[in-house]
């Protein structure tokens, strides 16, 4: 009997029977604009191997002018659906199934030539749209019905159609964007007459067995979005259109409210999913922040769906699903939600991968083959780069000895874990402390090792981390280290914090909640981030209301620039948002004086000023750890540096975990 009952269920959709009730949720990862259709191939069979129920790839454009980006992949040509012939033929072996997403990006599509409902440009494009005019609203409804024609015809189960998170057929819905007198446009019963008629004509031009999903966008998070009672009407009618699934999107992307971000609480809009599933006859799925079997169970325990979507959890371990199914959640790599190696990289132009399984997307260019020549290996330093370096060496058929002088793995995750919005990372190192020695890795704790220690290994790896730079401020010895503080030290009501980095925000987030996160809270989350109900505001915006700040805080940084700028492409405006939300002062082209009795002397625009805190915390970034490693090469061992002892500037887990792997998978 599973402990997954629910999750595990088989779900009849009557075209196809499910064999369970996980979907992996689309992602654009990249790979199909590689052109490498093997590559794109193994990505999605691996995960069909790992049994999940469906997937959906990343959206395909359904035309030039609705690409996400100019070239974007779609089913174009006859070569295109060969293609992807590839992919679901694999998928199909694998013992899987998958739809495709036909994603017309409207006026979010970053080129000249996009297309909505009216000419109102996106805050987040330079582009301004063109409107269409019938003729133009016929072609793109004929070109997504034969995207979806020719989806069938390279073999896909079915197709998603998307009509979330302000794309194209969401730009119809609402009047902030479609600001039509025409057929298209006015009363509501004109604005969804788009996508209606987008799932008609995509159900009769592919038959009855043949799945169609439809993302819906159920709370919009902008201005003038859609009311609930408008969401239940447009859910009927794509009900009454010929839709299998309704897919759930929360947020347009030019939202100010995070809606997936780590510090998200899981599964926060999954009540909205379970409202629409007390109105609509067909299964609905819900999606946003889940990310563990327990929380997918409970929610269709809970009924508050049919079916749950995981995306990234997905990149984060393709076997999610088999692992759960066989007793073995705990080996589930989990996903943190950090974005930082997948939208992050997306957003960047980067092909996509993830923080904690570097394989992901690379499952055609980074094996972890059994080695054929067994070493004896020392990793010294159970931070991220240490613990997945051992980790993958272990499994690869190394005798791996892992050190750390702490009494515990982890490392400066261990740091990170503190900071609220980050719990996240509690699951990472549980992840780690249950995978390491499980892979046969044989862990010593509580013992700093010198080149003595080492001599007896074929060759030792050397991941000691950082320590924190010495910003050599006068007066300083009355300041704080970060590590202190992050621990516990005590630490008065004003406070500077020296040094805007990745880990002075992280400092300044923990000052400013005083030991509470609202991250465990959903419903004080949504407050804080004015998240209200649909069926009281249009688009569920509420007026914020952060809790008060446990303390003044004083974010500051040397260079004359926003601070802020060097965190992730995808989840620094939220930083940046939840320290002004508490009244956080950040300032950029300071210069620290001293440090006295009386507080932080420091010259901003050429003026001494005086910031009267009680405390002062260094967060001016690390050097590189890398005494033992110079030490061994000085004596002739073979050795190798990853992670923060390598380089420090710069770092954060993602390299370290990759650095790690990869080394691993090359010893
Ligand atoms: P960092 O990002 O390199 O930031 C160091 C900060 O210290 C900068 O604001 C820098 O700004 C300041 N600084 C540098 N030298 C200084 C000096 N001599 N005196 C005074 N200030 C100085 O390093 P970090 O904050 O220690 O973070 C380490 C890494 O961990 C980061 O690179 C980051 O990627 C990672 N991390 C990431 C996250 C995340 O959310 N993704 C969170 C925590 C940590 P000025 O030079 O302008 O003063
Ligand atoms: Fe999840 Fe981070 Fe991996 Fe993206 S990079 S899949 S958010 S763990």
Avoid at 187 to 205: D, G, K, M, Q, T
Avoid at 206 to 234: A, K
Avoid at 461 to 478: C, F, L, M
Wanted: proline share 6%; aromatic share 6%; hydrophobic share 45%.
């Amino acid at each position: 009997m599973t402990v997954y009952p629910h999750l595990l269920a088989p779900l009849d959709l009557g075209q196809v029977t499910l064999k369970n009730r996980v979907l992996m949720g689309s992602m654009h990862t990249g790979l199909e604009e590689t052109g490498d259709w093997n590559r794109v191939a193994e990505f999605y069979a691996t995960r069909a191997r790992g049994g999940v129920g469906l997937m959906v790839t990343g959206g395909m454009a359904p035309n030039r002018e609705g690409g996400v980006f100019p070239g974007a992949a779609g089913l174009f040509t006859a070569r295109d659906i060969e293609n992807h012939r590839q992919v679901t033929d694999r998928v199909h072996q694998a013992g899987g199934r998958i739809a495709m997403q036909i994603l017309h990006a409207g006026r979010y599509a970053y080129g000249p030539d996009c297309v909505s409902a009216s000419a109102v440009k996106s805050p987040i494009s330079p582009f301004a749209p063109k409107e269409l005019d019938e003729d133009g609203i016929e072609k793109q409804i004929a070109d997504i019905v034969t995207a979806a024609v020719r989806a069938k015809e390279a073999g896909y189960d079915g197709v998603e159609v998307m009509g979330s998170e302000g794309y194209f057929l969401n730009q119809f819905l609402v009047t902030h964007t479609n600001r039509r007198n025409d057929r298209w446009g006015g009363p509501y019963e004109n604005r969804i007459r788009l996508p209606v008629e987008v799932v008609a004509r995509v159900r009769a031009a592919v038959g009855p067995d043949f799945i169609v999903i439809y993302r819906i966008s159920l709370i919009d998070l902008i201005p003038n979005g859609q009311t609930w009672d408008e969401v239940v009407t447009l859910a009927r009618a794509i009900e009454g259109a010929g839709a299998s699934l309704l897919n759930t999107g929360i947020g347009w992307h030019e939202a100010r409210v995070p809606t997936i971000a780590t510090s998200v609480p899981r599964a926060a809009f999954a009540h909205l999913t379970g409202r629409l599933r007390q109105v609509v006859g067909i299964p609905v799925i819900t999606s946003n922040r889940i990310n563990t079997p327990e929380v997918g169970e409970a929610l269709l325990a809970d009924g508050m769906a049919d079916m749950v979507s995981m995306a990234r959890p997905f990149l984060a371990d393709p076997d999610f699903v088999a692992k759960a199914a066989s007793g073995r959640a705990r080996e589930i790599a989990p996903c943190i939600a950090c974005n930082q190696a997948c939208l992050d990289h997306t957003f960047s132009g980067k092909l996509t991968s993830c923080l904690v399984n570097p394989r992901a997307c690379h499952e055609t260019v980074l094996s972890y083959a059994p080695t054929g020549a067994p070493k004896r290996l020392a990793v010294v330093g159970a931070g991220p780069a240490g613990m997945m370096c051992a980790m993958v060496a272990a499994q690869r058929g190394h005798k791996v000895v892992l050190f750390d002088k702490a009494g515990a793995l982890g490392g400066q995750l261990n740091l990170a874990r503190q900071v609220p919005g980050k719990e996240e990372f509690h699951g990472l190192v549980d992840w780690f402390t249950h995978e390491v020695p499980r892979l046969g890795v044989d862990v010593r704790l509580g013992r700093a090792v010198e080149v003595a220690d080492l001599a007896g290994f074929d060759s030792v790896v050397v991941a000691t981390g950082v320590s924190p730079r010495d910003p050599g401020i006068p007066g300083q010895a009355r300041a704080l280290g970060y590590i202190d503080v992050l621990k516990g030290a005590k630490v008065g009501p004003r406070v500077a914090v020296i040094g805007a980095g990745g880990i002075g925000f992280d400092v300044a987030e923990f000052l400013v909640a005083g030991g509470h996160s609202a991250t465990l809270h959903p419903e004080e989350w949504r407050r804080e981030w004015g998240v209200g109900d649909p069926a009281l505001t249009p688009g569920g915006l509420a007026v914020p209301a952060p809790e008060p700040p446990a303390r003044q805080v004083w974010l500051l940084q040397r260079k004359a620039e926003k601070p802020g700028r060097g965190l992730g492409k995808t989840t620094g405006w939220i930083h940046r948002a939840a320290l002004q939300a508490k009244g956080v002062k950040m300032l950029g082209g300071v210069s620290y004086d001293r440090i006295t009795d009386e507080g932080l002397w420091i010259t901003r625009d050429g003026k001494a000023e005086l910031l009267a805190v009680d405390d002062v915390v260094l967060c001016a970034g690390q050097l590189p750890e890398r005494g033992l490693y110079d030490r061994l090469i000085a004596a002739g061992i073979e050795a190798h540096v990853i992670g923060g002892a390598d380089v420090a500037a710069e770092l954060d887990a993602k390299r370290a975990i990759d650095q790690g792997a990869r080394l691993a998978a090359s010893l």
